[in-house]
């Protein structure tokens, strides 16, 4: 019980295993009567667990550190992953570590981002700050994402899958 972890996207690696990132923090660290992981002293550590079943899960380690940021997003493409949290990363080790990295993100300040591999690339939904509507982008290469618009979805923390060829977003309601 070392951790307490919210916020998990998991990825599929290119060996069919899993990895779960999660947010985490210090079980000392939390706060009874706070519900938003933002307001946690820092630092916030994303974490890692591995699996080949999706059912148990082994602990990594701490793949990821910053000063402030909530709701890893990751995206892979063969062994390099991506992440985005307080800050863009790059891991050349399928995703077990990261090193800090500049991605070219839309000019509204992407937080919360779920990003998915399409047939042209990568599709990114996320929350602009100060915006109620999710917005989307796209990249050819994980790297460079083009704002194609504003989704008419309310919410925050997007999370996209594809199920029977349609997209499906799901999102958490703040109240």
Known sequence: DMYRAVDPDVQRLSDGSYRLY????AAEQMCGDADDPYS????HEAVTFTSTDLLR??????????ERGTDPGTWCSGETCWLHMGGSAVSSDGGASFAPTTLV???QDPQLVDVRATQRGFEMLYKALEQ???WRAEST???TFTAVG???I???????VTWKGQAWVYTKERY
Not at 22 to 25: E, M, N, R, S, W
Not at 40 to 43: A, F
Not at 154 to 160: F, I, R, V
């Open 22 to 25: 999660t947010l985490a923090f």
């Open 40 to 43: 946690y002293p820092s630092p």
């Open 57 to 66: 899960w082994t602990y990594e380690g701490v793949a990821w550190t910053s």
């Open 105 to 107: 993100l839309p000019e």
């Open 132 to 134: 109620q509507d999710l």
């Open 141 to 143: 290469d994980g790297q």
């Open 150 to 152: 504003a989704l008419d």
């Open 154 to 160: 309310e919410g925050d923390s997007p999370t996209a």
